[in-house]
């Protein structure tokens, strides 16, 4: 399974972003695709995601702000996630991870490399 997070940059306090994370090689099925963070000496906290069903759940500090949407194209799935009005403590890397069937027959989460989302004030 490989993991392409990109989309992260550094913008104004108010400012938008749009993260993109392609999901691709020997998938069977996917079902979660979640969005998380990290702040520098922060846990890493959930933001939002989607099932394979199109439900979504946001963390209470985004409703409102993101909006994650889901698509594919040839061999890739992408989870899509729009920041609006964001906010200096937004600032973090952001990590997508997907929960996937693979040939192994196991259903496992997955961890993207990390795309850094820098909100200045």
């Known amino acids: 399974v490989q993991l392409q997070a990109s989309g992260g940059g550094l913008v104004q306090a108010g400012g938008s972003l749009r993260l993109s994370c392609g999901a691709s090689g020997n998938i069977l099925a996917l079902n979660a695709m979640t969005w998380y963070r990290q702040a520098p000496g922060k846990e890493r906290e959930l933001v939002a995601g989607?099932?394979?069903?199109?439900?979504?759940?946001?963390a209470e500090f985004v409703k409102g702000r993101f909006t994650v949407s889901r698509d594919k194209a040839e061999n890739t799935e992408y989870l899509r996630m729009q920041m609006n009005s964001l906010e200096p403590e937004d600032t973090a890397v952001y990590y997508c991870?997907?929960?996937?069937?693979?040939?192994?027959?196991?259903?496992?989460?997955?961890w993207g490399q990390g795309t850094q989302v820098t909100v200045s004030s």
């Open positions: 991870n997907v929960f996937a069937l693979t040939p192994t027959r196991r259903w496992d989460h997955y």
């Open positions: 989607m099932g394979s069903g199109g439900r979504t759940n946001y």
